[in-house]
């Protein structure tokens, strides 16, 4: 297999995300919540984790979201990147926060952005959430629910007061350590997760690290480093990696990695100053990474190719995707990818997320989140009904997001053609294009 043989195993405890919710925040102006959470559903179990023995709960290995452009698609992940950013950046005293409210609204558009998950962590689910303004934190509250369905218990709660311009906390011995150093020390443009933790607080550790370690979040899949896979490669991961592509059908048999040293004095002149000044600090640290990928030709001998200048953009796409995807799998990771589908083959969509709901592939219950166009994966084969969602924007320019599971849709490809509804606008979701105004042009 490309990341290990041993299949889902069902009776330890899952890391996972089971929602997370997004208020005042860009084109989303009332609260939207994605949900990992599987319905009753029984088609496609592969697609679904049990995180507890006992099966009660099961979380959907990947969700996919589908929507016109400028519909707020990428807007619903950049609200969980920003999540992310603000609990893990350290931050300067009086620096902005990177909230921007919904603007098309004069009561939004000053008031607090708000952001809220819900994580089952060794065995328990945490609901943990803020909301600020760029200037300040405005609340912030955890709650824990033993075994994921026991009895609600308050952790902290943190909010501020608009009239003595000060924090009313609730901090409660669910949290061991120094509570009042932490409470003290935290400025309110800081999170208490981020400051406590920071003072080596035990109890917020695992919370922080699912956020900072256990979420990985593409925004952009053009600025995906090369050397994430690279390093893998040089480090003892080749065969996963090659594994990979062999798995994706790309034809290729082997690959080569050589580092060469960069001659700086040939391209001091085209650097920026402050790069110059960086690099002549340790110039033998300029180092150049030449791809070589290896094909067969028709009677066996092997052709190398320069990756770089010879392969197709989906081929470089996906040996770029390798060491993340292998990455996040064999650690039970959350992926998260902004418009998946650019310059990549509708089949080698479908390997990527299968490799998700692969027990094989998969054996770690690691997650999929991403948004597309590619609506040749819209079908009962490669997803379960509850795994799809929308994102539509409203006659007051409001982003919303709803599920398939809303239209009812019937179980089985046979029975009910999720893309054909689709493309004739069943489920919302499409661009309205006005035939009248291009009459203007």
Not at 372 to 381: G, L, P
Request: with cysteine; aromatic share 10%; hydrophobic share 40%.
């Amino acid at each position: 297999g490309l990341v290990g043989s041993e299949m889902c195993i069902r009776d330890r405890i899952i890391d996972m995300l089971m929602s997370f919710s997004v208020d005042n925040f860009r084109s989303i102006c009332k609260e939207q919540k994605l949900s990992f959470v599987s319905d009753k559903a029984t088609e496609l179990e592969n697609n679904a984790c049990s995180i507890t023995n006992n099966n009660k709960i099961r979380l959907l290995k990947s969700c996919v979201i589908y929507g016109a452009n400028a519909s707020g698609k990428s807007n619903l992940l950049k609200a969980l990147a920003t999540m992310k950013n603000i609990i893990t950046s350290n931050r300067e005293v009086n620096s902005e926060l990177p909230v921007v409210p919904f603007l098309l609204d004069p009561a939004t558009k000053n008031a607090p952005s708000l952001f809220e998950v819900n994580i089952s962590i060794a065995g328990d689910r945490f609901q943990y959430g803020f909301s600020c303004t760029k200037e300040k934190i405005i609340n912030e509250w955890l709650y824990v629910y033993p075994h994921l369905t026991g009895k609600r218990r308050t952790w902290f709660e943190r909010l501020y007061d608009q009239g003595s311009k000060n924090y009313d906390w609730n901090v409660t011995n669910n949290i061991k350590g120094t509570k009042t150093v932490w409470v003290e020390t935290t400025r309110e443009n800081v999170l208490f997760l981020s400051n406590a933790v920071s003072l080596n607080c035990v109890s917020l550790k695992p919370l922080f690290d699912f956020f900072s370690t256990g979420i990985a979040i593409v925004l952009s899949t053009d600025f995906i480093p090369l050397t994430f896979t690279t390093d893998m490669a040089l480090h003892n991961n080749k065969e996963e990696i090659l594994n990979f592509l062999k798995a994706a059908d790309l034809k290729i048999t082997d690959f080569k990695i050589k580092k060469e040293k960069v001659d700086y004095q040939n391209i001091k002149g085209l650097l920026p100053e402050q790069i110059r000044e960086s690099i002549e600090k340790n110039p033998d640290s300029l180092m150049s990474m030449n791809i070589k990928t290896i094909h067969s030709d028709k009677i066996g001998n092997q052709i190398e190719f320069d990756l770089e200048r010879d392969e197709s953009d989906g081929t470089k796409k996906l040996f770029k995707f390798a060491g993340p995807f292998i990455d996040v799998l064999k650690k039970g990771r959350v992926l998260v990818v902004d418009d998946l589908n650019i310059s990549l083959h509708p089949f080698l969509m479908k390997f990527l997320v299968e490799l998700f709901h692969n027990e094989n592939t998969n054996p770690k219950c690691a997650q999929l989140l991403v948004t597309t166009h590619e609506t040749s994966i819209m079908t009962q084969d490669i997803f379960r009904r509850d795994q799809i969602w929308f994102t539509k924007l409203n006659s007051c320019q409001m982003t919303e997001l709803f599920p398939l599971t809303d239209f009812k849709p019937l179980k089985g490809s046979s029975k009910e053609r999720l893309e054909v509804k689709y493309f004739k606008g069943k489920y919302g979701a499409l661009p309205y294009i006005d035939v009248f105004s291009l009459n203007k042009f």
